[in-house]
């Protein structure tokens, strides 16, 4: 029998869920009559006792029968017993240099990582607070400045080019880092923003739409075309083609109708040399000003940047004259081959005409009779069925 077997009677005590409270209670209850008023502890007593010289006697039996093996546990334990004798001054010693560690490097460490967490949390806060300090002061420029449309026109639309000057730097500093969006005064502003973006990009566009020569002002445009590169640079290059094919088509229109009053056309090519000389001045202005987007170190301008987006190869000027070129050329010679009175009217008035058309280029070039331009060769060619 085995020693497993000799305690399959003791298993109750053996159990880890075992509770000597519990097995006691249990005890008594089971070796009492719940009908009598006395209660017996001495049978719980003989019981247990009895249970106690029946488990000596089995341990004296195991240790009879298993000596040799008892006697190799106890002399193993005597070895682990020295062994941790022997280990226990350099465990202490461990024990001593973790504890040093742990005091003089783990927990200061600790410090600064907390510490340096605090000063992070301290620094962001003062990055927005700075942040919301630029925000404020640049929404007391903008609302200073009188939105009304009256006000952004004023003096030569002077309020709407220092407006949305405003609203660039504001758009630039929201986007620039990622600090501005947490701030609700900022993502509240975006909306109203956005509003008044459009309304100045509406009053610009309405100003270069409707430009003719006797409304150009040098001031006036500037101040639009830097209003629309700060705020819409699409805009500014949409209108300004917008405005030399109007005005293209419009003196290409106008003298066509005129081929048939010979006595007309110098005036008529007179109002188209004003158009000529304001897109030179448009042109002149835009290349004395920085493009907004260009570093410090760049020499390009407003003009070089709408230039190149445009895909314009010329001259504002040079490709009016082109224009008008390409336009009358068929015109004038369907007349000519046509025959009849308008055309021999032409043909006979062929020096007057060509006459004034060099006056006319020379004029919106700022020269006298210069027969070497492009724009006079060009305009030239356009009249030579008169020949």
């Given at each position: 029998m085995t020693a497993t077997q000799d305690l399959s009677d003791y298993e109750t005590y053996t159990d880890e869920s075992f509770v000597p409270v519990e097995f006691a209670n249990g005890l008594v209850v089971s070796t009492n009559d719940p009908e009598t008023t006395?209660?017996?502890i001495l049978t719980s007593l003989k019981r247990l006792k009895f249970d106690l010289r029946d488990l000596n006697k089995k341990i004296k039996k195991s240790i009879d029968v298993n000596y040799e093996s008892l006697i190799e546990e106890f002399e193993n334990l005597e070895k682990l017993s020295s062994t941790v004798n022997e280990i226990n001054p350099a465990l202490s010693h461990l024990n001593s240099s973790y504890m040093r560690l742990q005091k003089e490097i783990v927990d200061p460490y600790s410090e600064c990582v907390k510490l340096h967490l605090a000063l992070k949390k301290i620094h962001q806060t003062s990055t927005l607070i700075r942040s919301s300090l630029y925000f404020i002061a640049l929404i007391t420029k903008i609302e200073m400045i009188d939105s009304s449309d009256h006000s952004l026109r004023a003096d030569n639309y002077g309020n709407l080019e220092l407006i949305s000057e405003h609203l660039f730097k504001l758009k630039q500093y929201i986007s620039g880092t990622p600090y501005p969006r947490t701030l609700k005064i900022v993502r509240d502003y975006e909306l109203f923003q956005s509003s008044l973006v459009s309304h100045c990009v509406n009053i610009g566009s309405a100003y270069l739409k409707g430009l003719t020569p006797r409304e150009y002002n040098d001031q006036g445009v500037l101040?639009?075309?830097?209003?629309?590169?700060?705020?819409?640079?699409?805009?500014?290059?949409?209108?300004?083609?917008?405005?030399?094919?109007?005005?293209?088509?419009?003196?290409?229109?106008?003298?066509?109708?005129?081929?048939?009053?010979?006595?007309?056309?110098?005036?008529?090519?007179?109002?188209?040399?004003?158009?000529?000389?304001?897109?030179t001045s448009m042109q002149n202005v835009l290349e004395s000003n920085k493009w907004i987007e260009d570093d410090e170190s760049s020499a390009s301008n407003m003009w070089n940047q709408i230039q190149k987006f445009l895909d314009l190869n010329a001259p504002l000027c040079t490709i009016f004259w082109r224009d008008i070129a390409t336009g009358i050329e068929p015109r004038l010679k369907a007349i000519i081959q046509k025959g009849g009175p308008i055309a021999r009217n032409l043909k006979d008035s062929k020096e007057s005409i060509k006459q004034t058309v060099k006056n006319s280029v020379s004029d919106s070039l700022g020269k006298t009779d210069d027969g070497d331009s492009m724009e006079l060769t060009i305009m030239l060619n356009s009249v030579r069925s008169l020949d």
């Open positions: 006395n209660i017996d101040n639009v075309a830097k209003s629309l590169m700060y705020i819409s640079p699409s805009t500014l290059y949409n209108r300004l083609q917008e405005v030399m094919t109007k005005l293209s088509s419009r003196s290409i229109n106008l003298i066509s109708r005129n081929f048939n009053n010979v006595n007309v056309l110098e005036n008529v090519f007179r109002q188209v040399s004003m158009d000529a000389k304001m897109l």
